[in-house]
């Protein structure tokens, strides 16, 4: 029986690939800004109905840069319940990081809950669309406007996620994504940041070279994050084939939701309405005491059977050693990630899943 992962990229026609090849090699310019870096920017910007677009070699060191780029310090604001480069791009910064709980609904951080974190030293808030859920991102900027604060989302998982016709990628002051292979739009390793000006745009540009103005002047302490000539054409292939790709994975959302609507002790997450979602995960939470059995059985029992879910996001980015110590990790003040955190598996969920695949993966589930 074959395996069946978590994910699996999304990959661009090979003889179409080759011949984009043919032109970089005849070009000879295969890295540094050029023709396909700035031709995938701009088809990014338009798809993704955002201002500017700066292209990255991942989704970790966009964040680095922003947080960078806006001079913050301090201490900010971010959430548990995310994959560990959330917080990495904190410490690299030396900035600490303050974590508050999430809402039960979304996953994403609570506003409720964010005021109260607040100190003299906060300087920004760094919120996750886990999951590609939107947060709440109304209730948390006007927390931002009221202290004065920078919100920088890590959108690394929602890619194309829109509310009421507008990206999510819009809001706060800055957002990154993730092109990694286990995402819904790829480019083996990459990313970008979202940007609202061009001023802005120009200086990211620059940190991501270096600081690099000109041949003589360094305007900053930047970083080599430069996107090439390579990702950026399997890239812009991959752009014309992410809209039939979401098409596929909603239509296994369905099937899961249908399923498993009824098994007792599994819950999971419906759309949200006015928003348009990507489909890039699909996590359910297990009730040990109503289904019977952990999380941790049903998640090696599909391991047993060559079905790969993922515990995303567990641990707790606020449970691992470095930040174990802040008082904010204390897991009496995270309960709803605590909790989220020790009931989830994600299931399969990508493009090419079988419905073999996905009767294989609920069998298993409804006992
Ligand atoms: N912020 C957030 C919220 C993030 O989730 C991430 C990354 C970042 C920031 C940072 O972005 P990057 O710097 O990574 O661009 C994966 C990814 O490495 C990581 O990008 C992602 N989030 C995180 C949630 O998951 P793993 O360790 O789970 O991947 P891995 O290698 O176990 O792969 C999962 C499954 O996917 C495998 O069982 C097989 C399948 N797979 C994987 C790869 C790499 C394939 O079929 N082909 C492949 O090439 O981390």
Redesign the pocket.
């Known amino acids: 029986m074959s ?1 069946i ?5 999304l990959l661009p026609d090979l003889d179409e690939f080759h011949a984009m090849l043919q032109e970089i090699w005849e070009s000879r310019r295969i890295t540094n800004n050029g023709t396909f870096h700035r031709r995938l920017e701009e088809a990014l910007a338009a798809y993704l109905k955002v201002p500017y677009v700066s292209l990255f070699t ?4 966009p ?1 680095i840069t922003a947080l960078q780029a806006l001079h913050i310090s301090g201490e900010v604001i971010t959430t548990p319940y ?2 560990v ?2 917080t990495h ?1 904190l410490w690299w910064n030396d900035i600490r990081p303050v974590f508050v709980d999430i809402e039960p609904h979304t996953g994403c951080i609570d506003p409720e809950r964010i005021e109260a974190a607040i100190t003299p030293k906060t300087t920004a808030i760094m919120p ?1 669309h ?1 999951y590609g859920k939107p947060c709440n991102m109304d209730a948390i900027q006007a927390i931002a406007d009221k202290y004065g604060l920078r919100v920088i989302y ?1 959108a ?2 929602a890619f194309g996620v829109e509310v009421n016709g507008e990206s999510v990628l819009n809001a706060g002051d800055m957002s ?1 994504l ?6 819904v739009y790829n480019t ?4 970008a940041m979202v940007m609202h000006d061009a001023a802005m745009k120009q200086r990211i540009d620059y940190l991501k070279n270096f600081g690099f103005k000109n041949e003589v002047e360094v305007v900053a302490p930047g970083i080599n994050s430069k996107m090439d000539e390579m990702r950026a054409a399997y890239g812009l292939l991959n752009l014309r084939q992410v809209d039939d790709s979401i098409a596929a994975r909603r239509r296994v959302a369905m099937r899961y939701r249908e399923a498993l609507r009824n098994v007792e002790g599994i819950t999971f997450w419906d759309d949200m309405p006015g928003v348009r979602h990507n489909y890039s995960y699909f996590p359910i939470f297990v009730d040990e005491k109503r289904y019977g059995c952990t999380r941790d059985a049903l998640y090696f029992r599909l391991k047993e059977h060559d079905i ?1 879910g ?1 515990r ?2 567990y641990p707790l980015i606020s449970n691992f050693s470095t930040y174990r110590g802040l008082p904010s990790a204390a897991p009496e003040n995270l309960p709803v990630a605590t909790k989220m955190a020790n009931e989830v598996i994600c299931l399969p969920m ?1 493009h090419a899943l079988t419905d073999d695949d996905i009767e294989r993966t609920l069998n298993l589930i409804i006992r």
């Open positions: 395996t992962t978590v994910t699996s990229p991942n989704g970790t060191l964040l995310s994959f480069a959330t791009a996750v886990v890590d690394a998982h990154t993730s092109f990694h292979a286990t995402k083996i390793e990459g990313g790969l993922r995303y996001f990508h």
